[in-house]
């Protein structure tokens, strides 16, 4: 299975949005609304920050948020934050009944 | 509240197998999945496969099926990997994470069992 691709990094100022694409095939993001994104700070695990496509999970911030169009998902970061600095990896079922992660992004906080 | 422990750090010569525990707690262990995943020093996540708790029913990568080993104690909410013929390419933090069947994401994980594979 093929990793979902993702932007190597992508940076924004306090205060920016910005934008983070994962792009798969009809057999994985476009298959199933079983797509979730994890941020994961260095040497600690991952936390889930979006499951089913667009859901927060309890305790996460309203400035997460996420859509998907067609077979590309998208996880956006409003009103940037020094904490929000992290990589970020998508995920999603696949129609082969295993799962498959993104390449995963580095998110700077200049 | 959810808790998922793994066991500790590991170091394995080639050619030799591994077994990481993950224990769970504050839920009903056979209505989840557990999941592993590991991440290799400065590189992404990688999923390994998945156990169903509850009738014990797995998926393997491709990558990995024919060396990896899911097994359960039900009696003690405990899911185990067994990683065989270990390479230097499977020098690795290792995860395990909750699942619920069927919703497609992980929402609880350990904290990580690093691996490290040397002669």
């Known amino acids: 299975q093929t990793a979902l691709t993702q932007p190597a990094s992508v940076s924004g100022s306090p205060g920016q949005s910005i934008t983070i694409s994962c792009i798969g095939t009809?057999?994985?993001?476009?298959?199933?609304?079983?797509v979730a994104w994890y941020q994961q700070h260095p040497n600690r695990a991952p936390r889930l920050v979006i499951y089913?496509?667009?859901n927060r999970p309890s305790g996460v911030s309203s400035r997460f948020s996420a859509f998907r169009s067609g077979n590309t998902a998208s996880l956006t970061i409003s009103r940037l934050q020094a904490d929000d600095e992290a990589d970020y990896y998508c995920?999603?079922?696949?129609?082969?009944?295993?799962?498959?992660f993104g390449t995963g992004t580095k998110v700077a906080v200049l | 509240q959810v808790q998922v422990v793994q066991s500790g750090a590991e170091v394995r010569k080639p050619g030799a197998s591994v077994l990481i525990s993950c224990q769970t707690s504050?839920?009903?262990?056979?209505?989840?999945?557990i999941q592993w995943v590991r991440q290799a020093p400065g590189q992404g996540l990688e999923w390994l496969g998945w156990?169903?708790?509850?009738?014990?029913?797995?998926s393997f990568s491709h990558k990995l099926r024919d060396r990896l080993t899911f097994n359960q104690d039900i009696s003690a909410s405990t899911a185990y990997m067994q990683l065989n013929r270990l390479t230097y390419d499977d020098t690795a933090v290792y995860y395990c994470?909750?699942?619920?069947?069927?919703?497609?994401?992980?929402?609880?994980w350990g904290q990580g069992t690093p691996v490290t594979v040397s002669s």
């Open positions: 995920s999603s079922y696949t129609t082969s009944r295993t799962y498959v």
């Open positions: 994470a909750r699942d619920l069947p069927d919703t497609g994401f992980f929402d609880f």
């Open positions: 156990i169903n708790a509850g009738y014990g029913h797995m």
């Open positions: 089913g496509v667009t």
């Open positions: 009809s057999s994985d993001i476009g298959a199933f609304d079983y």
């Open positions: 504050g839920y009903t262990f056979t209505r989840y999945s």
